[in-house]
């Protein structure tokens, strides 16, 4: 049976933030996720990856053909949500569709800031969680494998990732612009992954006065601090140092909010109508949308600093078009190996059929020299009785076809048969 390739999901194109928090799916939840969509489906669903990051969360799949129209039920389902909350939003590709969106993806050409290369390490990740949760098969393998190998050669052989402008340095402009010189601010950081480490390089980059990291584990914030000269703060102890702080910036895994309305209204007070720029970069959002309400404190999400790094791409965006060409031939090759996997079987098939008729026809020889009748006799049999059955089913075929049908055999016969195409030349 026939198996289709295909993805769907969300972005930061197709839903806010406020929609995008709620289908996210932790590290730690993917494993789970996995097991509930291949028992929710069965054999259906052949293989299986989730891909969630800040601005997307999409799930890969090797499924039988028609299941796809079912699955963003199951999305919806899995995070408690009415079906319809989603529909919206949700895109789907499949097939060469779908190959070309994954390629396109892993090479920056999807993200919100065009050309960032973090997506490609996160897809990875997804691979791996796949892998370790065993739904990772064949052909999601061979995908993600070329998925990677063409977002090496867009990114070698284009400028796609030239003169990026990251999200950490658009948190950097936008605390600049509310503040102004930056050399006697305090800057606090919640968190200790990937981003914050971006965005604590761009931030020291500007010499501020003073910059402490508050996390869960306090090991993985101390060893953070250490390459930036700064201070530790327990996640418990934030209520009591809030108010410290000109710049907070935060992306967490946190399921639920780090930062609630009282605590910043308590630290906006304490501060005496000094102004503070919160950046929230975690999906979900690690700071509550009500706080942005509030006087004095200028909150900015993910989408919003991504608006801003938009502005700064046009120099980037005449690679987009050689990247596009590239992506588009690698495309056409997966979609061949596909092809090529899909008629497998019915090569292995037709091979074992020549195999009987090989070995029938030599037993039948075997059976002549046993009898005594002359080599060269058994031999013209035998190459008269394979050409015979070689033969049989092309001409039954012609003679049982007519029309249009005779014509497209009659143009096939010189490719089956090489031999008979060169003497009608």
């Known amino acids: 049976m026939s198996v289709d390739v295909l993805t769907f999901g969300l972005n930061h194109v197709s839903a806010p933030v406020a929609v995008r928090e709620r289908v996210s799916f932790p590290l730690e939840v993917l494993k789970p996720a996995l097991a509930g969509l291949r028992s929710a489906f069965g054999s259906a669903v052949r293989e299986a990856a989730i891909l969630s990051t800040c601005n997307r969360t999409e799930v890969y799949c090797a499924a039988d053909p028609g299941i796809g129209e079912k699955l963003p039920a199951w999305l919806a389902e899995f995070n408690r ?10 895109y789907q590709y499949e097939q060469n569709n779908a190959v070309r969106h994954a390629f396109r993806v892993a090479s920056g050409l999807d993200s919100m800031v065009l050309g960032e290369p973090q997506i490609l390490g996160q897809m990875k990740t997804a691979v791996r969680a796949a892998a370790e949760a065993g739904t990772l098969g064949t052909l999601l393998h061979q995908l993600f494998q070329r998925t990677f190998s063409v977002a090496k050669e867009v990114r070698t052989q284009t400028a796609i990732g030239a003169q990026s402008v990251s999200m950490a340095a658009a948190g950097v402009r936008l605390a600049e612009r509310v503040l102004g010189d930056l050399s006697q601010a305090n800057v606090l950081f919640i968190g200790a992954g990937e981003m914050i480490e971006l965005c604590a390089t ?35 102890d934030l209520p009591d140092h809030l108010h410290d702080y000109d710049v907070v910036v935060s992306c967490t895994a946190s399921s639920l909010p780090i930062l609630g309305l009282g605590m910043v209204e308590r630290a906006a007070r304490a501060r005496r109508h000094r102004p503070i720029v919160m950046v929230d970069l975690a999906v979900p959002r690690d700071i509550e949308t009500e706080v942005g309400r509030l006087a004095d404190v200028y909150l900015y999400t993910v989408d919003d600093l991504g608006r801003m790094v938009q502005s700064g791409t046009d120099a980037r965006r005449a690679a987009v078009v050689q990247a596009e060409t590239i992506i588009e031939t690698r ?14 079987p019915t090569i292995i098939d037709y091979q074992h059929s020549a195999d009987q008729l090989r070995m029938a026809e030599l037993a039948r020889a075997r059976r002549m020299l046993a009898r005594g009748m002359a080599p060269e006799q058994v031999i013209e049999q035998l190459a008269y009785g394979l050409s015979q059955k070689y033969m049989h089913g092309p001409l039954s075929a012609l003679n049982h076809s007519d029309g249009a049908e005779r014509q497209q055999l009659l143009d096939l016969l010189p490719r089956l048969m090489p031999e008979a195409g060169a003497r009608r030349r």
Not at 331 to 344: E, L
């Open 331 to 344: 495309v056409q090759n997966f979609m061949h190996w596909m092809s090529n996997r899909a008629i497998v």
């Open 81 to 90: 949500l009415e079906t319809g909350a989603l529909t919206p939003h949700l």
């Open 202 to 236: 761009h931030f020291a980059a500007v010499r501020p006065r003073q910059m402490a990291v508050a996390n869960r584990t306090l090991t993985r914030a101390q060893v953070l601090a250490g390459r930036f000269d700064a201070q530790t703060i327990k996640l418990s």
